[in-house]
């Protein structure tokens, strides 16, 4: 896979890798010259069978705007959380197997993060609390099979202009937040099998 990564465009914009199938494979699609162009916004990368220990140079990547991450990533080396791009107006998360509080708080500093989708043990925390000026700009918040979240907060101004949010199959997580009430901004909201 080295040799193929290398013989790509450096002017791609959009790059999604099917079923990663090693870490060396992996590390060759982040090391990649497409990665570096400064061109590419919108990545999607799908790997099963091991476990990335180490995303930060992928995360380093600030060009990208649109992510999608399908694998196992633990967050727990990381004393701060894991920082994602700055610019992203999208992320995805399926399998990753966050764990840590600082992980979702650096999800919450993304100043223009529009779209936030969690899925499939994305994250595997018991609890999360949404700070006063987290997710500034988040509009569409998706939670889907996190069976092992039993708490969610949401402090007053937090996600200020959230329409859409929806929870399905996050059979532990006992209510909503009681500050969703003041989420005034609130058009659509979806709950099933909760």
């Known amino acids: 896979m080295p040799g193929e990564m290398n013989r790509l465009s450096s002017t791609l914009s959009k790059l999604y890798i099917h079923r990663i199938s090693t870490e060396l494979q992996l590390k060759a699609v ?5 990665m570096d162009n ?19 140079e992928l995360l380093a990547k600030q060009s990208l705007t649109k992510l999608r991450l399908m694998g196992k990533a633990p ?5 701060e959380g894991l920082a994602f791009p700055s ?5 995805e998360l399926y399998y990753t197997q966050l764990r840590k509080l600082e992980t979702m708080e650096q999800l919450g500093s993304l100043a223009i993060l ?6 499939k043990d994305s994250y595997i925390g018991s609890e999360w609390s949404c700070g006063k000026a987290s997710f500034p700009v988040l509009e569409e918040l998706k939670f889907t099979n996190l069976p092992k979240l039993e708490k969610w907060e ?11 949010l929806s929870i399905v199959s996050c059979i532990n ?19 099933e099998r909760m």
């Open 38 to 56: 400064g061109c590419l916004y919108a990545l999607a990368l799908d790997w099963y069978g091991f476990e990335c220990k180490n995303l930060d």
């Open 154 to 164: 949401l402090e007053e101004g937090a996600m200020p202009c959230l329409k859409k």
């Open 75 to 79: 967050d727990e080396s990381h004393a």
């Open 87 to 91: 610019n992203l107006r999208k992320l």
């Open 114 to 119: 529009k779209v936030l989708r969690l899925s």
């Open 173 to 191: 997580l006992k209510q909503t937040p009681e500050g969703l009430k003041r989420v005034q901004t609130l058009e659509k909201l979806d709950i």
């Open 30 to 34: 982040i090391r990649s010259p497409s």
